[in-house]
């Protein structure tokens, strides 16, 4: 295949940014808003398509690397592997014509300094533009594209959560009490296709708008790629993003109306503005300045009263005790890797031992904000037992009573009530619906 000359000098912000977000990931286990927030290249579309190539490749980390295997005659560094990636999901996942998935990589490698592989990479990826349907014959996509670790974590659950990787998950509000759900512009239609920029508001008046779907648990749901701030009625505070299964540790409350609640690790917001819009007198405690400005921000634009504690939860406690406790705790958010494919390769064994110790302690604190007899939800967007079911076990032990959610209180999600009573989703669940973030939810009483 001829290298287009043309292609090697041009600047390529798309592959530019997807190639930070990769290396930052494998090489300093950095989150990818991290490289985005920090990033220079500012135009939408850009953004957009560089998101779109890097969480490609993250969702097929592994099988696109065992594909590229017997191409390779020892391991590349790093950044180098980072651009194949690029190359193979271009060509296998992306529709990119071959010529243009092989020069641009071939071209990204020169400008980063990695001219010594640029001939590899030109080599491997027109051999893959020519033999992958056959390379990657007989390859298990979900065992290798979930890291060991995790998949031997999930046990007999794998396979089925892993189902969940390879759908981009739609967008999810939740609105205040008797607001109907606008109308959306189709993903992808609402930014110039020139510059980038979003298109002006007269030209979006002219495009047609799509429903979005009404879940029963009452979230509404539109198409992977809808901007929320685009939809009608968000300068006006009428919703908030929410995932579907993220508002149900809110719903599993049931009646909040003029209760007290505190809410533990409340940035950025969607359970407080939940708990708000339905009447209760919310308290929302947040140890981070950044995030309880996000927060203030959100309860700003909804028009929701709460009362916000900058705090460590760890250390603060009220004035006076609170009806119920909604603690959402600090977690490896496994749960969201539909979302955030990164967490899968930025989260290590070690982090979890961690953030365990931490949700115990904050356990700890919440028993001392209620009287006996108070009710605690305890919610994780976690799959991991150490993290859910065993941080129950364990609280058990230390003056807490689980109290088990039945079915009807989970309504049309009543196949996520575990024998036990707790309320645990994953993403390769409810895939009728467009599928599900991972929660973890129990009910526990103060003895
Ligand atoms: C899972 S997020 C909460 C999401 C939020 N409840 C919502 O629904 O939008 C966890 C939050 O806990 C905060 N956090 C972590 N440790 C904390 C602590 N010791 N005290 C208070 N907040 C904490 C983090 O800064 C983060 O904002």
Aim: neutral net charge; charged residues 25%; glycine residues 8%.
């Amino acid at each position: 295949m001829r290298q287009d000359k043309s292609l090697i000098s041009r600047s390529d912000p798309t592959r530019d940014l997807a190639f930070d977000i990769l290396t930052g990931i494998f090489e300093h286990r950095r989150m990818l808003e991290t490289t985005m927030d920090r990033s220079s290249i500012k135009a939408g579309r850009d953004r957009a398509s560089a998101h779109r190539l890097a969480a490609t490749v993250l969702r097929h980390y592994g099988s696109m690397t065992e594909l590229l295997r017997p191409l390779l005659k020892k391991e590349p560094p790093v950044p180098v592997l980072c651009g194949l990636l690029m190359g193979v999901a271009q060509l296998r996942y992306l529709e990119t014509p071959p010529h243009a998935a092989v020069s641009t990589v071939v071209a990204l490698l020169r400008r980063r300094r990695l001219t010594p592989f640029a001939g590899l990479a030109n080599a491997v990826l027109r051999r893959v533009a020519r033999e992958g349907a056959e390379l990657e014959a007989g390859l298990d996509h979900e065992r290798l594209d979930i890291p060991p670790w995790l998949w031997s974590a999930w046990g007999d659950r794998a396979r089925a959560i892993a189902a969940g990787l390879y759908q981009e998950a739609p967008l999810d509000i939740r609105l205040k009490p008797g607001i109907a759900p606008p109308m959306a512009l189709p993903a992808g239609r609402d930014m110039s296709p020139e510059t980038g920029d979003d298109t002006e508001d007269s030209t979006r008046d002219d495009l047609p708008r799509i429903a979005p779907r009404l879940l029963p648990n009452g979230s509404a749901r539109y198409p992977a790629g809808t901007r929320v701030t685009l939809l009608d009625g968000f300068e006006e505070g009428q919703f908030w993003v929410q995932d579907a299964a993220a508002a149900m540790p809110v719903l599993l409350m049931g009646a909040v109306a003029g209760k007290n609640v505190i809410d533990l690790c409340a940035a950025p917001g969607g359970k407080t503005a939940q708990l708000a819009s339905q009447g209760a007198h919310v308290t929302a405690v947040e140890r981070d300045a950044t995030r309880m400005r996000f927060l203030k921000e959100n309860m700003k634009r909804l028009d929701l009263e709460v009362t916000c504690v900058q705090a460590d939860a760890m250390t603060w406690r009220p004035k006076d005790k609170a009806d119920m406790v909604l603690l959402d705790a600090p977690c490896s958010a496994t749960g969201t890797f539909r979302r955030h494919p990164d967490v899968l390769w930025v989260k290590r064994p070690r982090d979890i031992l961690s953030l365990t110790q931490q949700q115990d302690r904050l356990i700890d604190a919440a028993h001392e904000m209620l009287p006996p007899g108070g009710t605690m939800i305890y919610a994780v967007c976690s799959l991991q037992d150490e993290e859910g079911p065993d941080r129950v076990q364990a609280a058990c032990a230390r003056g807490w009573a689980l109290h088990p959610f039945t079915e009807k209180e989970a309504g049309a999600m009543s196949f996520a009530v575990t024998a036990s009573g707790c309320f645990r989703t994953h993403p390769g669940m409810w895939p009728e619906e467009g599928g599900l973030d991972g929660f973890f939810v129990a009910r526990l009483k103060r003895i």
